[in-house]
């Protein structure tokens, strides 16, 4: 089983629709969680973090973990054709020099 | 400048060719990494320096060979490369702590003829 797995979609919406992307994983001892946005000729970008169970929101987005089912979602609300991206999941362990552990990866198009 | 930088941006090279990719990182971090993205793959991670040490090797082949020579460059050298390596190849740069979130450059796309 691979540590980490995302949906590899891609995945494609009207605008203004409610995206819900998710990455399950294997380690339970993972403690930090991310979701980067990586745009086309671009490196990835942090944009939501988050440390052990629960939510945290910014803006439209909103980040989900769920360490009993070792899930862990991004909301999109009202999607924006900026919006349109690649979007990885990645987790670490706790610890400094820890290292990241990504999802391969989904790619989402929000249609104007 | 601001965050961190990679050039070339783009680079086609042969297989017999030696080039080398440099990395920037202006955010006073102390940490500097190398990764390689190819379609449909996680992130592979490369090597991890930590203040100037490599403190990672990810079973990466010796014709990739890495050069921090202080905290904020970070060199990838490389020579007699394969088809198989062409990606896009991104450098990244955090604070060692419990946080120690990672910032990436725009990577430098290469492609091995």
């Known amino acids: 089983q691979k540590e980490v797995e995302q949906d590899p979609g891609p995945l494609s919406v009207p605008e203004g629709a409610i995206v819900s992307l998710n990455c399950t994983y294997s380690n339970s001892a993972f403690q930090y969680f991310m979701w980067y946005r990586q745009y086309s000729r671009k490196g990835p970008e942090l944009l939501m973090y988050?440390?052990?169970?629960g939510n945290k929101e910014d803006g439209r987005f909103t980040a989900q973990v769920d360490k009993s089912s070792k899930y862990i979602s991004l909301f999109i609300r009202d999607s924006q054709p900026s919006d349109s991206a690649t979007y990885l999941c990645?987790?670490?362990?706790?610890?400094?020099?820890?290292?990241?552990?990504f999802g391969k990866g989904i790619t989402l198009s929000v249609r104007p | 400048e601001t965050g961190v930088t990679q050039t070339p941006r783009h680079l086609v090279m042969g297989m017999t060719n030696k080039k080398s990719l440099k990395c920037e990182q202006h955010l006073g971090h102390n940490a500097m990494y190398w990764y390689k993205q190819s379609a449909k793959k996680p992130l592979e991670l490369m090597f991890v320096y930590n203040f100037k040490e490599q403190t990672e090797n990810n079973s990466v082949p010796s014709r990739f060979s890495p050069e921090c020579p202080n905290s904020s460059h970070l060199f990838l050298h490389l020579h007699t490369l394969q088809p198989e390596d062409s990606a896009l190849y991104l450098c990244?740069?955090?604070?060692?702590?419990?946080?120690?979130?990672?910032?990436f450059g725009p990577g430098t796309r290469l492609t091995v003829l």
């Open positions: 988050t440390y052990s169970s």
């Open positions: 990645a987790m670490r362990l706790t610890g400094a020099n820890s290292k990241l552990t």
């Open positions: 990244a740069s955090s604070q060692p702590g419990d946080t120690d979130t990672q910032y």
